[in-house]
């Protein structure tokens, strides 16, 4: 399990990289409207009713949350559909036979991901800060979270390309569980205001980990505590990078 083809491998990450730059507007420019659509109707709405969510604006708690579900989601179906579109083409067989080992080709797909979730992250901070004037309080979390929620997000959407074996399967996965996991994790509301039981629940959902620290990066307040997310975090991601090369080692639904 080591990385040793640089340019096959670059070209891989390049290639997945260009694959959803060619689409920007629907890609990158449509998450971040959408963002700031969900930014806008919160606000508006809620503005008068609740000012503030553990002392924190309510803008300035929700903007960070609805900056990392936007990288969360998109780094999912970055893999996902490049994946899924490569199987139902009848084409990834031209990825199998390039010069990648197993190890190669899951992180070339992950990490493809992590730049499109990177980039969605940054073009929808850019389209918040000129409505939310957002201040880093640590990078050093801003960068990790960031880094971990992508390469989360890139792993799953992997797995699941790699598990379909229509769009359906692929659309069922993203409406039936990393949506309801992504709206609630904490993104428009503390759990601290929730019941013990559901609080017990939201700790076990990696998603919340994500956005409690994300949100802690800009306001130096979180609803957990931080080595317990940082530890979950790290273990789940190296349980899915691992997951990710058996599948492709095991030629998983993708070598017949």
Known sequence: ??????????TLIKKEVYRF?????????????SSLLFLAVFSLALGRSVDSINGIDLPYFIA??????????????NSASSIGQSKFQ??????????????ELALGYIIGSVFRGIICGVVTTLGVLIFVPLEIYSLSALLFYSLMGCIMMGCLGTIVGIWADKWDQQ?????FIVLPLTFLSGTFYSIS???????????LNPFFYNIDGFR???????DSSLFQGVIFLLIINVILIIFCYLMFRYG???KF
């Open 90 to 103: 009848g084409n990834i067989v031209d990825v199998l036979m390039a010069p990648l080992n197993n190890l």
């Open 252 to 254: 998983y639904k993708i």
């Open 216 to 222: 802690y990066a800009f306001t130096g307040v979180s």
């Open 171 to 175: 659309q069922g996965i993203t409406n």
């Open 193 to 203: 205001r929730l019941p013990d039981f559901w609080q017990t629940i939201s700790s």
């Open 21 to 33: 730059l060619k689409v920007g507007i629907q890609t990158i420019l449509g998450p971040a409207i």
């Open 1 to 10: 399990m080591y990385v040793y083809n640089y340019l096959s491998f670059y």
């Open 64 to 77: 960070p949350g609805l900056i990392m579900m936007t990288m969360l989601q998109n780094s999912f179906a």
